[in-house]
T-cell receptor, first 115, second 112 residues
């Protein structure tokens, strides 16, 4: 079974704090993704990575950065948290299948509140 | 620019009846479509998918239909059960693109 774990289920941070969200997958997947989920907006892609030290911007990268130093770990960083970054953050992974698309496996999510 | 749209934020269905969830897309390059189910406080889980070379895919109580000319897909759940109450997301991808584009989600409630 694929397992994607996220470091925290709930997190409360203050405006201006630097926030790290960690994600680890145990299936040797090449691709890893960070999304945020907001009511009425669905899942929006923040960043993704298809290999160690590689990253690509998603649809809403502003205010975020990422780090992938090891294949199994993908970190999302909020350099200076703001209240509009209060959201549910979801990490996902999938194998690289070339021209084929494969389903993504999701972690349980981190509910981040910025006050 | 929402490339994948789920225009019904919520749907309520009687237990035992059919649930039909709809999804529209605008990008003609999309050729692979997936449905995910999400319970509160959990991550989405994959439900069923369909490639653009097919117009129907079935898995137990779940069937996905694809109408390429209308750029529309639907998920049918028959019969609906209380455990099906969740938020359902459709997602799409283009060939060679490793990322998915998700819709806004539809909250399905199955009433006893």
């Amino acid at each position: 079974d694929v397992k994607v774990t996220q470091s925290s289920r709930y997190l409360v941070k203050r405006t201006g704090e630097k926030v790290f969200l960690e994600c680890v997958q145990d299936m040797d997947h090449e691709n890893m993704f960070w999304y945020r989920q907001d009511p009425g907006l669905g899942l929006r892609l923040i960043y993704f990575s298809y290999d160690v030290k590689m990253k690509e911007k998603g649809d809403i990268p502003e205010g975020y950065s990422v780090s992938r130093e090891k294949k199994e770990r993908f970190s999302l960083i909020l350099e200076s948290a703001s209240t509009n970054q209060t959201s549910m953050y979801l990490c996902a992974s999938s194998p690289f299948m070339g021209a084929l698309v494969y389903e993504q496996y999701f972690g349980p999510g981190t509910r981040l509140t910025v006050t | 620019d929402q490339q994948v749209k789920q225009n019904s934020p919520s749907l309520s269905v009687q237990e035992g009846r059919i649930s039909i969830l709809n999804c529209d897309y605008t990008n003609s390059m999309f050729d692979y479509f997936l449905w995910y189910k999400k319970y509160p406080a959990e991550g989405p889980t994959f439900l069923i998918s369909i490639s653009s070379i097919k117009d129907k895919n079935e898995d137990g109580r779940f069937t996905v239909f694809l109408n390429k000319s209308a750029k529309h897909l639907s998920l049918h759940i028959v019969p609906s059960q209380p455990g099906d109450s969740a938020v359902y997301f459709c997602a799409a991808s283009a060939e060679g693109a490793q990322k998915l584009v998700f819709g806004q989600g539809t909250r399905l409630t199955i009433n006893p």
